[in-house]
């Protein structure tokens, strides 16, 4: 699996702030690894590691503050993720780069999916829990005519 470049964009925005900026953080940390060295990829990918933790800590979180019906469904993804990044991060240890790229790849194709399903809709909860209805996002770039 050949991974295209992952590229932050408008379309990505959910109008939820914190899930945005641990979205475009999240692509940031892939953009990295897709353009490092191979010697960069350690340090590169232990980095993209802590994000996801942390990222999806926040967002796990989030459901359980806000008793987002289908948290488990969500957490459960996210677990699973958790577990395929830490154990290949174990084969990046053994000096299995090509491993690491491949999960990169499949990150790369599993993320607009995972964000445009699971995660607007966990986005649209919190906001119409928070502030009694969805956000208004403005996207720059849209052609309206």
Same mark, same amino acid.
């Given at each position: 699996?050949?991974?295209?470049?992952?590229?932050?964009?408008?379309?990505?925005?959910?109008?939820?702030?914190?899930?945005?900026? /641990?979205?475009?953080?999240?692509?940031?940390?892939?953009?990295?690894?897709?353009?490092?060295? %191979?010697?960069?990829? &350690?340090?590169? /990918?232990?980095?993209?590691? !802590?994000?996801?933790?942390?990222?999806?800590?926040?967002?796990?979180?989030?459901?359980? %503050?806000?008793?987002? &019906? &289908? *948290?488990?469904?969500?957490?459960?993804?996210?677990?699973?993720?958790?577990?395929? #990044?830490?154990?290949?991060?174990?084969? +990046?240890?053994?000096?299995? +780069? %090509?491993?690491? *790229?491949? +999960?990169?790849?499949?990150l790369v194709e599993?993320?607009? !999916?995972?964000?445009?399903?699971?995660?607007?809709?966990?986005?649209?909860?919190?906001?119409?829990? *928070?502030?009694?209805?969805?956000? #208004? #996002?403005?996207?720059?770039?849209?052609?309206?005519?």
């Open positions: 699996m050949t991974a295209d470049t992952l590229t932050w964009h408008d379309d990505f925005l959910l109008g939820h702030s914190a899930i945005d900026t /641990y979205h475009e953080a999240f692509v940031g940390h892939v953009r990295a690894l897709q353009e490092a060295d %191979d010697a960069n990829w &350690p340090a590169l /990918y232990d980095e993209l590691l !802590k994000h996801l933790e942390e990222h999806f800590g926040a967002e796990d979180k989030l459901m359980l %503050d806000t008793e987002f &019906p &289908p *948290r488990q469904c969500h957490m459960d993804e996210h677990a699973a993720v958790l577990a395929s #990044v830490r154990e290949v991060r174990e084969r +990046l240890a053994e000096g299995r +780069l %090509d491993i690491a *790229r491949d +999960l990169l790849a499949h599993w993320f607009p !999916k995972h964000s445009q399903h699971l995660d607007s809709a966990l986005a649209h909860w919190a906001n119409k829990s *928070r502030l009694g209805g969805k956000a #208004v #996002v403005i996207k720059r770039g849209l052609n309206l005519r």
